[in-house]
Every structure is written in C-alpha cells, then in structure tokens.
C-alpha cells in the first residue's frame, strides 16, 4: 500500500480540488488540515508515509526531518521553489522532489488589497461601522505618490504597472535590476536607500535568499518617512521582524501591510496582530480557487507519475 500525506490543508478543500478517485487502489490518502510546528511529532505523524505533499512552505523539511522518514520517497511541493525544503539533503537521502505550476497573478493583486486597505483605512472602517460607529479616520489618494518595488520581477512589474494606472510614480530596486529592465516597467531604477526615504508605500517582491534575509532591518525602516507604509507579500524573513515591529511602536512609519511572516501561523498575542498599525492577512497571496486548481491538479499528475514509474517537474 502506498501511503500518501497532504499536509497543512487549512481550508480544507484539497479532496475536492481534484479527483483523488484517480488513484490506484493500493494507494492511501490522507489529509492533515492542522499544522505541526514541534519537529518530533510531526516526525512521528509522517514516518510511515511514501509520498508528501507539501503546501509552499507551511512545513519545513530540514534534514534533521528528512533523516527520520526512511520510507519516504518523493515529495511535493507546490510551486516549483521552496525555501523550507533542503533539497540537496533529500537528494542525498534518496528522496526525489517535485513540484507544481502556479498561478502568477494573486500575489501582486492581493498587494495591492493591502496598499489600498491601508491607503483607505479599509479594515479600520468596516469594524467601525459594525461597532456602531461612523467614519473614524481620513485616508490618503494613492495619485501622485510614490510606490517603492524592492525587486521587479514577475510580481513586481505586475505591481508597478498597478501603480502606473493609479497615477503613482514608480520607483524600483533589486540588486540586479538596471535602467532598461525598470523602464520596460515604467519605473525609475532608484538605490535601496533612496527607494526607502522618498516612498510612499514600499512593497517588497523580491525572493529569500542569503542575500536578501534581513535586508530591510531598522536602518532601512528609519530611512522611511512618518507618512509611508510597508507591504511585504514576499517572504518574512526579509524583513527585520523586530525592527519592525519596533519602527511602528514608535511611529517612525505609519503602518504596514503584512502577509508573511517570521513564523506561522502566528500566536494571536503576536505584536504585529496586536499592533493599531497593520493589516494583517495569513499567507494568502497565493491562496485562490484558480491557484489551488492548479497546484493539486500537478500534485496528483506527480503523485501518479511516480506510481507508474516515472517523475514530472523533478526540482532535485
């Protein structure tokens, strides 16, 4: 019997997505709808199983994980990088990985959800209206302001031409990025600390990396004006969580928008959830009907694949 994991399916919905009933009848499916953070029970829940499938980077699997799942041989991701995979250990250990296609537009639309929720106050007026209360805050217009793109490439030139049709003046930085790349996207190549202290609102969209984790720690926040916000639908950790959380307490930017984090979930007492300053959404920037469609649609051709011999998206 081939026993199969789904792991972190929040919502619930990875049976209906697709046809599990395509499977052979020696294969075994089971779904986990909550999350495992301790690394000897998760351990311990999945070391009977042959084949993972992994939700982006909900569950890390370091090789001190991978180590203790001698009997797994393939795992998926969705998506076809995952940072929370070491995928050279796997490959030492015998375990193939693969991955899915993706949806390349709900990230920078949920972006900008968040600039215009904290543009617009949003959030904060919809609870006060159903409070009992009416119009509590004045917004600001995005037309004539500055949207900072720290990294332009697939989501961030989806955003920038977002914030050319609402009138905004673009400026963008990566540490590859030239003159001709941020024209061809209608944005002015700018430093990073140039980027930080003349926008409006900052949005991060570039990849975690060595490079990158940390990049925008509390010299980089200071940089920002009292009137500019922060939006990171990236990756957390590119983020100085703690600077950040600092900058905000002591209202050195206006406030942030905020899909990723350090850890998650998060704990409900968490400073950025409690903070009058963000808006916060959990990881969803991926997370639509059209995306999932795609992302277990692969997983099962993997899946299946794999039980008839061969591998598809092999990422090791």
Not at 40 to 59: G, H, P, S
Not at 251 to 262: H, M, T
Not at 279 to 289: D, N
């Amino acid at each position: 019997m081939t026993q199969i994991a789904i792991l972190d399916d929040y919502q619930n919905v990875a049976k209906s997505i697709v046809d599990w009933e395509r499977l052979p009848k020696n294969a075994s499916l089971t779904v986990f709808n909550d999350h495992v953070f301790d690394q000897k029970i998760l351990v311990d829940r999945l070391k009977n199983f042959e084949i993972i499938c992994a939700m982006r980077e909900r569950t890390p699997f370091p090789r001190s994980v991978l180590e203790q799942l001698p009997k797994l041989k393939l795992l998926i991701t969705t998506g076809m990088r995952n940072a929370s995979i070491d995928v050279a250990a796997a490959r030492e250990l015998g375990i193939d990985v693969c991955g899915t296609g993706s949806v390349p537009y709900p990230t920078a639309e949920l972006t900008w959800a968040l600039v215009l929720d904290l543009a617009r106050n949003v959030s904060v007026e919809n609870e006060a209206v159903k409070s009992g209360v009416w119009q509590t805050k004045m917004g600001v217009g995005l037309k004539g302001k500055t949207l900072g793109l720290i990294g332009l490439g697939n989501l961030g030139s989806q955003v920038a031409r977002y914030g050319n049709a609402f009138g905004m003046n673009v400026i963008a930085w990566s540490q590859n990025l030239t003159q001709e790349k941020a024209s061809e996207n209608f944005a002015d190549l700018v430093s990073l600390d140039t980027l930080m202290s003349s926008s409006d609102f900052v949005s991060i969209h570039t990849i975690l990396s060595q490079r990158t984790k940390g990049l925008i720690n509390l010299e980089k926040l200071k940089l920002m004006k009292k009137s500019a916000y922060l939006i990171n639908t990236s990756r957390g950790p590119i983020v100085d969580e703690t600077a950040l959380i600092e900058v905000l307490n002591q209202g050195y930017i206006a406030g942030a928008g905020l899909d990723v984090f350090d850890s998650e979930p998060m704990d409900m007492n968490h400073p950025l959830i409690l903070s009058e300053h963000t808006t916060i959404t959990p990881h969803i920037g991926y997370v639509t009907q059209e995306t999932y469609e795609v992302f277990f649609e692969d997983t099962l051709e993997c899946v299946l694949s794999y039980i008839n011999g061969t591998l598809v998206r092999l990422i090791n």
